[in-house]
């Protein structure tokens, strides 16, 4: 990847934004954008229509008329600010014409994937006057990149139980709005044939219309669970469905964040409403400080599902059981971990705090 100098644009490309008063020498709009032809986000701006595509290996701009019909950008060039959240610093690269008719930059933006970006672009040769908006996004990451991470958390097959990677590349089947991954081709047909069966376990994810009843819901959640940020900045909040109940995001680009961990991003949003958490420390001890569970557990432990020290399944060996960090109940495959957590209990916490897990008090 290249980072583009900006010096062979003339200076007036760098003007601030202007304003609508500017001598009408520069056609400057923000509105809330809609979903352009190669997934970008698409506004008005001047007499032509804008899509701005912000991805891993770089920026676009593919303009169009007010008609939808593309409009040839080979004899226009232009320049893009752009600004991370939480950085002041702004760079600055240079658009130049593509192959496939848009207005690129080449630039990795791998390290600012999850990020909100702020981009101001302006444009000249398209139109009579220079042509300037911004763009708010969150870069989202790659489908293969979702893909690894959601490997990583899935590590075993769905059908068969063995590795995955042990028999070549994992195959991702979509199946009850899932994305599942499975060892080899021969268990897609069995995935496909009952899917019920090895999906049962994980709630449904479904994207659905925004209603004016949502308000009240929206209000109540505050912020997306995915960006930690206010719903309704980017825009009308889109709203999911995950194994029934309401969930709404900050944008688009967080939906698939979801899909790969629903059970996590469904616990933050309604951990507020859960029962109380607290649970009683019982006196049945297998050995000082570590104690056997019981039926008030239960919903904890399906909560966690792991422990935090091995990061193995919590009935792996033995368990689980239950130890006091800091007065909160945190389950442990073993007896033989208790002690890490001794040792460091808010560090395991914020291990929990991480997987979307609110441990209960202890008491």
Same mark, same amino acid.
């Given at each position: 990847?290249?980072?583009?100098?900006?010096?062979?644009?003339?200076?007036?490309?760098?003007?601030?934004?202007?304003?609508?008063?500017?001598?009408?020498?520069?056609?400057?709009? #923000?509105?809330?954008?809609?979903?352009?032809?190669?997934?970008?986000?698409?506004?008005?701006?001047?007499?032509?229509?804008?899509?701005?595509?912000?991805?891993?290996?770089?920026?676009?701009?593919?303009?169009?008329?007010?008609?939808?019909?593309?409009?040839?950008?080979?004899?226009? $060039?232009?320049?893009?600010?752009?600004?991370?959240?939480?950085?002041?610093?702004? &760079?600055?690269?240079?658009?130049?014409?593509?192959?496939?008719?848009?207005?690129?930059?080449?630039?990795?933006?791998?390290?600012?994937?999850? #990020?909100?970006?702020?981009?101001?672009?302006?444009?000249?040769?398209?139109?009579?006057?220079?042509?300037? &908006?911004?763009?708010?996004?969150?870069?989202?990451?790659?489908?293969?990149?979702?893909?690894?991470?959601?490997?990583?958390?899935?590590?075993?097959?769905?059908?068969?139980?063995?590795?995955?990677?042990?028999?070549?590349?994992?195959?991702?089947?979509?199946?009850?709005?899932? $994305?599942?991954?499975?060892?080899?081709?021969?268990?897609?047909?069995?995935?496909?044939?009952?899917?019920?069966?090895?999906?049962?376990?994980?709630?449904?994810?479904?994207?659905?219309?925004?209603?004016?009843?949502?308000?009240?819901?929206?209000?109540?959640?505050?912020?997306?669970?995915?960006?930690?940020?206010?719903?309704?900045?980017?825009?009308?909040?889109?709203?999911?469905? +995950?194994?029934?109940?309401?969930?709404?995001?900050?944008?688009?680009?967080?939906?698939?964040?979801?899909?790969?961990?629903?059970?996590? &991003?469904?616990?933050?949003?309604?951990?507020?409403?859960?029962?109380?958490?607290?649970?009683?420390?019982?006196?049945?001890?297998?050995?000082?400080?570590?104690?056997?569970?019981?039926?008030?557990?239960?919903?904890?432990?399906?909560?966690?599902?792991?422990?935090?020290?091995?990061?193995?399944?919590?009935?792996?060996?033995?368990?689980?059981?239950? +130890?006091?960090?800091?007065?909160?109940?945190? &389950?442990?495959?073993?007896?033989?971990?208790?002690?890490?957590?001794?040792?460091?209990?808010?560090?395991?916490?914020?291990?929990?705090?991480?997987?979307?897990?609110?441990?209960?008090?202890?008491?």
């Amino acid at each position: 990847m290249v980072l583009l100098a900006l010096a062979s644009l003339p200076t007036t490309l760098f003007a601030q934004q202007a304003v609508p008063d500017a001598g009408n020498h520069q056609h400057s709009q #923000r509105q809330t954008s809609a979903t352009g032809p190669h997934e970008g986000t698409l506004k008005a701006v001047g007499n032509l229509q804008a899509e701005t595509l912000v991805t891993t290996a770089g920026l676009k701009v593919y303009l169009y008329d007010l008609g939808g019909q593309p409009v040839s950008v080979q004899q226009s $060039r232009g320049v893009a600010r752009l600004s991370v959240e939480g950085n002041a610093k702004r &760079y600055r690269y240079d658009l130049f014409p593509s192959e496939d008719n848009a207005l690129k930059a080449d630039v990795d933006l791998s390290r600012v994937v999850g #990020r909100q970006l702020t981009v101001d672009v302006q444009l000249v040769g398209a139109a009579p006057d220079t042509l300037a &908006y911004q763009d708010v996004t969150v870069l989202s990451p790659s489908q293969s990149e979702l893909d690894a991470v959601a490997i990583a958390r899935q590590k075993v097959c769905v059908v068969s139980g063995k590795p995955l990677g042990s028999m070549g590349n994992p195959v991702a089947v979509e199946v009850a709005g899932q $994305r599942l991954f499975v060892c080899c081709a021969g268990c897609v047909d069995a995935l496909k044939a009952n899917p019920e069966k090895f999906t049962q376990a994980r709630p449904k994810v479904e994207v659905v219309k925004f209603t004016e009843s949502d308000a009240a819901l929206i209000t109540k959640q505050a912020v997306c669970p995915v960006m930690d940020e206010p719903l309704g900045g980017m825009g009308q909040p889109i709203k999911l469905l +995950v194994g029934g109940k309401p969930l709404f995001l900050c944008c688009k680009g967080c939906i698939k964040k979801v899909q790969s961990e629903p059970e996590k &991003y469904l616990a933050m949003v309604y951990k507020a409403a859960s029962p109380a958490s607290v649970v009683a420390t019982n006196t049945e001890q297998v050995r000082p400080g570590v104690f056997k569970v019981s039926d008030a557990d239960k919903r904890f432990i399906a909560a966690q599902k792991k422990c935090p020290v091995m990061d193995e399944p919590l009935d792996a060996m033995g368990g689980p059981y239950k +130890v006091n960090a800091d007065g909160k109940a945190i &389950y442990i495959c073993c007896p033989g971990c208790a002690k890490k957590i001794a040792a460091e209990p808010q560090k395991y916490l914020a291990v929990l705090k991480s997987q979307g897990v609110d441990a209960p008090a202890i008491r």
